[in-house]
């Protein structure tokens, strides 16, 4: 598949949203949260408690909705500040009751709207970039479809970063740099190319440590095999003491 192609497959329809992948994945133990405690609730983030083989864990993902209604009341995956504070909310409470977090990233970008900009969009962002660094909780992201700009690195300042074969990752969507670089949308693909978004470009990079194989038709196998990589990766991660999970995390940025 070309760069294009790829970001066509993650903007499909038909793909998983983060509300598939906590149902397929956590079933009925998941018990959503709402809330940032300052200004509302926002639904392009959902966000809660779930179980893990018997073990809670905290969930969280950015959900675009699947239809024109669904998108609309989740803003189409775009999050308002309050979203990230919901977030950050969630991750402290982690923390504080020493429960691994998940986040499922699937967003084209945050919200460029006035009203986010007025409450803070940029400072959020950067409050959970620097908050997240430090998390004494193990942290794993997870992009199932688009990962844009600001908006989904702030919820991906983890321990390990993966993603789904066909998920895209990249500082900004390939319309926004043909149109910035060469004044002509036409130029998407070549700017897809230039981006190096796909998961096979990020992990040659050393961005993300993981691809997660897609099958031709979303099954079973798909969440299964996710389940028991999550699984498996935080038992492992729970087992490092707080400061060399920190000092860890920090290294892998400081690497780019």
């Known amino acids: 598949m070309s760069a294009y192609d790829c970001v066509i497959a993650a903007r499909a329809n038909d793909r998983p949203t983060s509300i598939d992948y906590i149902t397929r994945i956590f079933g009925d133990s998941f018990f959503e949260l709402h ?4 200004f509302s609730d926002d639904k392009a983030v959902v966000g809660g408690i779930a179980e893990l083989n018997g073990e809670p864990i905290t969930v969280i993902g950015l959900e675009k909705g699947r239809n024109l209604k669904e998108r609309m009341y989740r803003n189409f995956g775009s999050s308002h500040p309050e979203g990230y504070r919901k977030a950050l909310r969630l991750m ?7 429960r691994p977090v998940i986040c499922f990233v699937d967003t084209s970008g945050a919200y460029c709207g006035i009203g986010a900009e007025e409450r803070g969009q940029g400072q959020a962002i950067a409050e959970n970039l620097m908050e997240m660094m430090t998390l004494r909780t193990p942290i794993l992201s997870i992009f ?3 990962g844009g700009s600001g908006g989904a690195l ?3 300042v983890s321990d390990e970063v993966w993603m789904l074969e066909n998920a895209i990752y990249s500082v900004i969507s390939p319309e926004g740099c043909a149109s910035i670089l060469w004044k002509d949308s036409s130029k ?5 190319e230039c981006l190096k978004l796909t998961s096979q470009d990020l992990f040659k990079l050393g961005v993300i440590e993981r691809i997660i194989r897609e099958p031709k038709d979303v099954d079973s196998k798909l969440f299964d095999s996710l389940k028991n990589l999550i699984a498996s990766t935080f038992e492992k991660k729970m087992a490092i003491a707080p400061e060399k999970l920190i000092e860890s995390r920090y290294n892998r940025f400081r690497k780019f």
């Not at 402290?92 to 020493?98: G, L, S």
């Open 92 to 98: 402290k409470q982690a923390e504080k009751f020493k």
């Open 188 to 192: 998407t693909a070549e700017a897809s």
């Open 154 to 156: 702030a919820l991906a």
């Open 35 to 38: 809330g940032d405690r300052r």
């Open 144 to 146: 199932i479809g688009e």
